[in-house]
């Protein structure tokens, strides 16, 4: 929902295309949040990184 909701410039079909997906598949949103995770985590080390290293 936030797709659509961040990206009102998307034509009617592509925004319909994008609900479906998201309402139909919660396989989509799983993997979203597992990328999110890893990213956070990935962002999360490379700052504990650099603030050894400043130390």
Do not use: C, E, H
Not at 28 to 38: E, F, P, S
């Amino acid at each position: 929902m936030l797709i659509l909701f961040f990206s009102p410039v998307k034509n009617n079909a592509a925004g319909f295309i994008d609900q479906g997906k998201l309402l139909n598949s919660g396989y989509d949103q799983v993997l979203t949040q597992k990328i999110i995770g890893v990213s956070v985590f990935i962002f999360f080390i490379l700052i504990l990184i650099l603030l050894f290293k400043g130390s």
